[in-house]
């Protein structure tokens, strides 16, 4: 009996970290997400300056994250999230207005890729 104590025990505390591991995740994506809307509104009316602060505050959170997505995150979604950040801070370095909405939506869709795998559904699983 005392057996089954500790595999529900051990059940238990994998379930509550995962969750916990849904909700950090969520609350990354959401920060860099928000950063990323303001950049991509600076960055369509011409305003290259803010959209870089925006942007730059954004990749900040996830090179200050990468400790955690490394560990907890697929590494092949967090290196084409990286990808994907490092392209977008080129094109607007070179405030190149027609590429840029391109770039921003292949980063989200590399954001919501992740988002998409941290949360438990029959896609995720099997």
């Not at 954004?58 to 490394?70: E, H, L, M, P, V």
Request: charged share 25%; glycine share 4%; net charge negative.
């Amino acid at each position: 009996m005392k057996r089954e104590w500790i595999a529900a025990g051990l059940l238990s505390l994998l379930i509550g970290a995962a969750a916990l591991n849904i909700v950090r995740a969520d609350r990354l994506l959401e920060q860099i997400g928000v950063n990323l809307n303001r950049a991509e509104s600076a960055a369509l009316r011409r305003d290259f300056e803010t959209a870089a602060v925006c942007f730059d505050n954004g990749f900040s959170i996830w090179q200050d994250a990468r400790s955690y997505t490394n560990v907890f995150l697929r590494h092949p979604d967090v290196d084409a999230a990286a990808d994907a950040f490092y392209d977008l801070q080129q094109l607007l370095l070179q405030k190149d207005r027609d590429a840029l909405p391109a770039a921003f939506a292949r980063l989200r869709y590399r954001l919501e890729i992740i988002d998409y795998m941290e949360h438990p559904s029959v896609g995720t699983i099997f």
